[in-house]
């Protein structure tokens, strides 16, 4: 096995360029465990740690561009203002041991379905930055996902950042899990409110083979906001377009049973999460401190 | 491959180093530190905590060659660690040597120990927060790092703080216990 250390950005992706199938090493939570668990041997590990680029993050006019390799414990302390639903999700990942080293660039690069940041950048709308020595491709984070496991990432690119939108309204995270600390997502829901364009977006993780946004849903109560003027009054949604939206959500999940949860278990719970989720988001825009409630 | 880093506080190099392998593995077998413990191997359990750069992270997912070049504390530098760190925080300019690997190696318990314990490892002791050990040097670490960045931590930010370690003896009130005892052993001194 070969152990790569480039010192910066260009030497990674010339590194990269060179051993194909060199597996990307940032805070190794992922990528360790498969090691010590000798169910991976990659020939080259290529160490990101020294590329300080990665660690960085812009804040602009519309969104965020954050550094595929900056720690979670970092966007919970200096971004929860302009990501909420990141900042929420990311407090739910593993344990602060794992949330000092664990970064969303590596999350993406495993692109399980249960990684905890999906929904969340699903929800605000994000664009991965991936890069290699032949040039830079946006790819929006719904098309970075193509199946269980898999990415849209080319055996020579890297991910260097993601572009997250910043909140414009109220975001929502929900995970259900055993226990408060150290859980893989039974199964997980983000949603965001995007007042500007009047519009809600949602994210599903851990119910299909990639996380998803529940179009259907989106496309649903879009609609039934406007129709009923309720981005302008700020009434309490109807209870029963609230239905409609949870069932929408719980039908477009396409679950397995497993050890964690069953099929059925995983749409129940989602239904639930949407419904709760919309209520709390939809509060916060009602009392107009158009940002997020604390609790999850 | 070789591996250069500080290991409480003094420099170490380690060769022959597999690529794949990990700090925790490094600091047991090759440096002779098992104080960091060895049991799930996926950072469920926090059992090998260290501060890498003075971050609390699972020595399991660390890969040996991310630690090039930097500075790694384990339990058995921990005493000397927060002396160094008491010593240093009103401004004084002492600097301590760090442990050294055999010193590290020869450290017994109780009182005919050459070092002192760390305030936190003797709070563990008088509160009764140890029972088969197995958990104890990862919550050190961790509980110590807490202390240092909030040293009036409430229920809930010691809660959260070693949420990342699991031990199946306590059931965990003793040594809660334990680092409010720390905590407020710190504040009376201070």
New interface residues.
Partial sequence: ???L?PAGWREALAAKAEHPTAVP?A???D???E???DHR??DV?L?L?RVAELTEWEVGERTVRLGAGVPYTRIIEELRTELPGLALASHTV?????R??GTVGGNLGAASPAGDSHPALLAAGAEVEVESVRGTRMIPVEEFYTGVKRNALEPDELIRAVHIQKAEGPQQFSKVGTR???VIAVCAFAVALHPRTRTVRTGIGSAAPTPIRARAAEDFLNAALADGGFWDSGAIITPSVARQFAELCAGACNPIDDVRGSAAYRRHAVSVMARRTLGWTWQAYREGNGRTVQCA | MRVNFTVNGRPQQADDVWEGESLLYVLRERMGLPGSKNACEQGECGSCTVRLDNVPVCACLVAAGQAEGRDVVTVEGLAEFAERRDATAPGGPEQGSGTGLDEARRWQPGPGGSTPLAPVQQAFIDAGAVQCGFCTPGLLVAADELLERNPEPSDADIREALSGNLCRCTGYEKILDAVRLAAARTGEEG
């Fill in positions: 096995m070969d152990f250390r090493i805070g190794g939570t990528v360790m465990v090691i010590n668990f041997r990659p590990l160490d740690n593993g344990s602060p041991q794992i000092n080293r408060n600390a150290m």
